[in-house]
Nanobody, 123 residues
Framework: QVQLVNSGGGLVQVGGSLRLSCVDS????????MGWFRQPPGKEREFVAG????????FYKDSVKGRFTISRDNAKNTVYLQMNGLKPEDTAVYYC????????????????WGQGTQVTVSS
């Protein structure tokens, strides 16, 4: 069973940085591909970044390429999202999620979800 807990959100100014974390309290984290999604106010949930279970391959939404980095530490059952150069349009609730599929941006391919963490970028 995968149980994901998000943390690391907050309020940051334009151009600032945040690092989100997502910890799995289960025992199968290293066998799942992981993704980060976000849901801006009044909009649908959208894919942000994904990483293979091995950590060897990553992929990103075009608008975050070069600013966001997804990584994982399987020994700590944790996936990270380092966000630099934040913009007001990055404001959203951010969720981590686990999938057996890779690569996929479809939220329906992700079986387990964290509770979400709010990121607000102020101008």
């Amino acid at each position: 069973q995968v149980q994901l807990v998000n943390s690391g959100g907050g309020l940051v100014q334009v151009g600032g940085s945040l690092r989100l974390s997502c910890v799995d309290s289960g025992r199968t984290f290293s066998t799942y591909n992981m993704g980060w999604f976000r849901q801006p106010p009044g909009k649908e949930r959208e894919f942000v970044a994904g990483i293979h279970w091995s950590g060897g391959t990553t992929f990103y939404k075009d608008s975050v390429k070069g600013r966001f980095t997804i990584s994982r530490d399987n020994a700590k059952n944790t996936v990270y999202l380092q966000m630099n150069g934040l913009k007001p349009e990055d404001t959203a609730v951010y969720y981590c999620a686990a999938s057996r599929n890779f690569p996929t941006t479809n939220p329906y391919d992700y079986n387990y979800w964290g509770q979400g963490t709010q990121v607000t970028v102020s101008s």
